[in-house]
């Protein structure tokens, strides 16, 4: 969908777009990492989306406190690392979809110390730079608007084509479960069976050794 079809649609259908659009803002958070411990974050991120993260140390500098981040794929291979840090970005394009997960730590042990850390992370539509985007395609600000709008909505598309996926992998799954549950039940009825059939006939053979049939 292109800038020209945008400008086609109704203005109500329009105002919807663009609160959902808006729907999902970054992620902007500040957490305490106690001396000695990890402090992890995880991203669920679509192949080939932009991600881009800020962090920083937010305790008074006299402190002295720096901090070591880490972000990794969904199978654990390092992306980005910085070590000893007051502050610090990472930027990527996910290689697959999944979960991306960012940790963070104190490089140095202080008994009872606590380091603030100030972190956004930003995906997808969110972390691309519109400012040089509008400087690159010399648009004005109508036009800008309309273009976050088309990338919006093809992120949105995008979403759906993602959840309908999930929806049919965990409908596949169902099934399969369903159907291995149910040769399981018939062949442990079988077994029951047998083993009762066979029990019988022990009996059977033991009353009759005995004459008691």
């Known amino acids: ?38 402090k992890c974050l995880t991203e669920d991120i679509h192949a080939g989306a932009m991600s881009l ?37 990472f930027a990527f394009v996910a290689a697959e979809t999944g979960k991306h997960t960012a940790c963070f730590w104190s490089p140095h042990f202080q008994l009872e110390a606590a380091v603030t850390v100030d972190f956004e992370w930003k995906t997808g539509i969110a972390a691309k730079d519109w400012t040089s985007v509008a400087k690159k395609g010399k648009i004005d600000e109508m036009e800008l608007e ?33 159907s291995r549950m149910g ?10 069976m047998g083993v009762a059939g066979l029990q019988l006939l022990h009996l059977k053979t033991f009353f009759q050794r005995e004459k008691i049939l």
């Open 1 to 38: 969908m292109d800038s020209a079809s945008l400008l086609r649609l109704p203005l109500p259908l329009l105002m919807v777009l663009g609160f959902l659009c808006s729907s999902r803002p970054s992620q902007a958070l500040v957490f305490h990492i106690p001396s000695g411990r990890v």
């Open 53 to 89: 993260a800020h962090f920083r140390v937010a305790d008074d500098p006299a402190y002295g406190h720096n901090i070591s981040a880490s972000v990794m794929d969904p199978n654990g291979e390092n992306l980005r690392r910085v070590d000893g840090v007051e502050s610090g970005e």
């Open 146 to 178: 309309l273009k976050k709008l088309e990338d919006s909505i093809n992120s949105i598309h995008e979403e759906m084509i993602f959840l309908r996926n999930r929806e049919e992998e965990a409908r596949r799954l169902n099934e399969t479960t369903t």
């Open 183 to 192: 040769s399981l039940s018939i062949l442990s009825f079988v077994v029951c």
